[in-house]
């Protein structure tokens, strides 16, 4: 399983060694911050588990090993909870589908991404059917937040928690997997499943020159229209995200004396200006203007450009 990011290779041997050792627990849950790659683990430990050979498991060669290759074993289910919540229905099928043998090979995987999107109803269908797993089924859950799970659903799970990768695994690590050089993002985001959406997105241009902007808006040389004119409609979110963090930073920056290369002008130019208190002002205005922003019709360049003229 080379294609798994570093940091998560040592808790995969250790799934392969429950797996050779039939110790496998039948329900696994995997947390870790948001974007460490709970998912793409997830996914690699369904593969490992649908596996027709045990001890050298995924053997790659196995029908089953192909056909989930190809994204279409029968007996894998996947509910994912970021499209919008997993449903109780949704839920019922699968847990009804498990009752049955396996149509390939010698097991059944249910994997739950974000378990947490779980309402009630869903969160009490899943825990019957972990309190008495049907045979040979795994439950595979993921979560970056296992807090918000029932305590029920806790107590019938065995934990597994990824690491934290530092920035220069992640840095590598997208260097490797997407041809980027990310280090000028860091300051917004280590979480590198989510660097790697970035890349894909207008967003991880305007972020990179964020700071240098708002450093040059603090010196004067840029004017509020034009700083607030660089958030286009898709990349608003993460424009106000980007200050948030930059203004984050400038607050931590009076108790550390650190912050990232990239974002020192910013900050240190912040600094000069405001105080603390001004600074954590800013933090709340904008956090609302945030909460604000798919409520109303209001165009938001208007609505950035009005909160930095408050500034
Ligand atoms: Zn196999």
Known sequence: ???????????????????????????????????????????????????????????????????????????????????????????????????????????????????????????????????????????????????????????????????????????????????????NLLWFSQTPYHLLSLTQSPSFDMLQQLPTWLAEWLHGNLRSDELGSKASKETTADFIDGLLALLTQAVQYTVTNQCHAHVHGAVTGLLARYDIYRLMGFIQQLTHLKSQLDKTHLNPTIQIIGELNSW
């Open 1 to 183: 399983m080379s294609a798994l990011a570093p940091w998560l290779e040592q808790d995969y041997q250790q799934a392969q060694q429950w797996r050779r050792q039939g110790k496998f627990h039948h329900a696994l849950l995997i947390s870790g911050i948001n974007g460490v790659g709970q998912n793409a683990f997830a996914e690699a430990v369904a593969k490992l588990l649908l596996c027709e050979k045990t001890d050298n498991a995924p053997c790659g060669q196995c029908h089953s090993c192909q056909v989930a290759k190809a994204d279409t074993h029968p007996d894998l289910m996947v509910l994912d909870g970021q499209e919008g919540g997993i449903r109780v229905d949704a839920v019922r099928q699968v847990v009804a589908k498990v009752a049955n043998k396996p149509q390939l090979g010698y097991s059944k995987v249910v994997l739950l991404h974000d378990a947490h999107q779980m309402n009630v109803n869903a969160a009490n269908a899943i825990l019957k059917a972990l309190e008495e797993p049907p045979a040979s089924t795994f439950f595979v859950l993921t979560t970056h937040t296992s807090r918000s799970l029932m305590p029920t659903i806790l107590s019938r799970c065995q934990r597994m928690t990824l690491p934290t990768p530092n920035a220069d695994q992640v840095s590598q690590w997208l260097l490797n997997e997407a041809n980027v050089d990310a280090s």
